[in-house]
């Protein structure tokens, strides 16, 4: 059974940062495809970016070159690093993990954290 735990969310202002961690608790996240998706009120959840089996990433248009995921293997965490951040990435940001490499596709992710709230203004 895979648990993920998200945290670091809040409130920042309009060009500032975050950094958002995903606590895996699975015996070795790299079997793992490991996502980022968010979920604006009255909106659908939406790709942020993933990280492959195979050790890819990808990132959504709307985040590229402003956010960052990566992993640590030593303590089964992922990370987004979010810079730049304007008022449309507030959102509900949530951690998914799936033994199949889904990427963008939602529906395919079998484990979901609870999420954190991002708030940018």
């Known amino acids: 059974h895979v648990q993920l735990v998200e945290s670091g969310g809040g409130s920042v202002q309009a060009g500032g940062s975050l950094r958002l961690s995903c606590a895996v608790s699975?015996?070795?996240?790299?079997?793992?495809?490991l996502g980022w998706f968010r979920q604006a009120s009255g909106k659908e959840r939406e790709w942020v970016g993933s990280?492959?089996?195979?050790?890819?990433?990808n990132y959504a248009d709307s985040v590229k070159g402003r956010f960052t995921i990566s992993k640590d293997n030593a303590n089964n965490a992922l990370y987004l690093q979010m810079n730049s951040l304007k008022p449309e990435d507030t959102a509900m940001y949530y951690c998914?993990?799936?033994?199949?490499?889904?990427?963008?596709?939602?529906?395919?992710?079998?484990?979901w954290g609870q999420g954190t709230q991002v708030t940018v203004s």
């Open positions: 699975v015996s070795s996240a790299n079997d793992y495809c």
């Open positions: 990280l492959d089996s195979d050790g890819r990433i």
């Open positions: 998914a993990a799936d033994e199949l490499n889904h990427g963008l596709a939602w529906r395919g992710y079998t484990y």
